[in-house]
């Protein structure tokens, strides 16, 4: 198995290889583990596959969790991986550290994770372990060094700054008619980002923010 035959049994699924690392002891898990790929949202693709999933439709409680459940774990027992994801805990899987990890994601100035691909806008559906060592590719760039930081200053409220995140304040502004923006179109400090921003269709942030604020 390659790290490339992995994308590409991802990529029907609307899912992308987002960095992959090479364990070390401090990253034991259970089972022998040579190779740890880290798998989300591959642009808009992912947001229409979704959407034409049962999961998304059946009315049931966390639909995007149960679907990433699905469709990874079963791409983990068809290529003989073990799959691991950021939620279901505890105890909690350390995706962040993880996602540092594999040179492709890093601390932001907010403190949001950012990814040289993604941006801001960064997240992971799950990691797949596997035994084998596989070749990786060079490490990206981290993108935050040579820019002009507008994430700082994006939030309307300042919830979510250099100096931390405010939760009850950010929660308090998109329950307001002016924080529509923000629910309907995402996170505004994550749109400020000149990284990834254009890959993530509009509702796809609609229901992310529902799920914030606990409607979805």
Known sequence: MTLGEVGAALRPHGLAVLGAFHPEEAYALPGACGTM???????????????????????????????????????????????HFPFGGPPWQPFMAWAERTGHAWNSPVGLLVHDVAGLFVSYRGALAFAERMDLPEVG????????????????????????????????????????????????????????????PEAQSAFHMAAFRGTV
């Open 37 to 83: 790929v880290m798998a989300g949202p591959d642009g808009a693709t992912f947001w229409r596959v979704f959407q034409d999933s049962a999961e998304f439709s059946d009315g049931a409680a966390d639909p995007l969790n149960r679907w990433s459940v699905r469709v990874l774990g079963g791409l983990a027992e068809e290529m003989g991986a073990e799959a």
């Open 141 to 200: 760039e981290a993108p935050c060094p040579s820019c002009a930081k507008p994430c700082l200053s994006a939030c309307p409220v300042g919830a979510l700054t250099g100096e931390g995140y405010d939760v009850p304040a950010c929660k308090a502004w998109i329950a307001t008619e002016a924080g529509l923006d923000c629910v309907e179109r995402g996170c505004a400090v994550r749109r400020a980002c000149p990284v990834g921003g254009d890959l993530r």
